[in-house]
């Protein structure tokens, strides 16, 4: 059983900021890449922030210059930095995980959070 705990979600007020966290936990081996994802009220999720253990990134557009992704990859933990955020921003965010659970192979599976939700209202 792999999962992953999110944390950080809530409310916040437009132009403030928010800090989401995403621990890995369970029969890890390795996490590869890990990152987040985000669905706003009836529409579909949509990427915002990819990070690899090498420190390759993929930031979605709609949120490039106000968010930073980083990882701690001893904690197989994720963070999301949002800044200047705005009620566009209001959805639920998703975390992901590439991982591996065997030391002996390469295969590797795609976890997700539960959620966690992020309102930005006033």
């Known amino acids: 059983q792999v999962q992953l705990v999110e944390s950080g979600g809530g409310l916040v007020q437009p132009g403030g900021s928010l800090r989401l966290s995403c621990a890995a936990q369970?029969?890890?081996?390795?996490?590869?890449?890990m990152g987040w994802y985000r669905q706003p009220p009836g529409k579909q999720r949509e990427l915002v922030a990819l990070r690899g253990r090498d420190g390759d990134t993929n930031i979605a557009d709609s949120v490039k210059g106000r968010v930073t992704i980083s990882r701690d990859n001893t904690k197989n933990t994720v963070y999301l930095q949002m800044n200047s955020l705005k009620p566009e921003d209001t959805a639920t965010y998703y975390c992901y995980g590439n991982i591996g659970t065997s030391k002996w192979t390469v295969n590797t599976e795609d976890y997700w959070g539960q959620g966690t939700l992020v309102t930005v209202s006033s």
């Open positions: 369970g029969n890890i081996y390795r996490v590869y890449a």
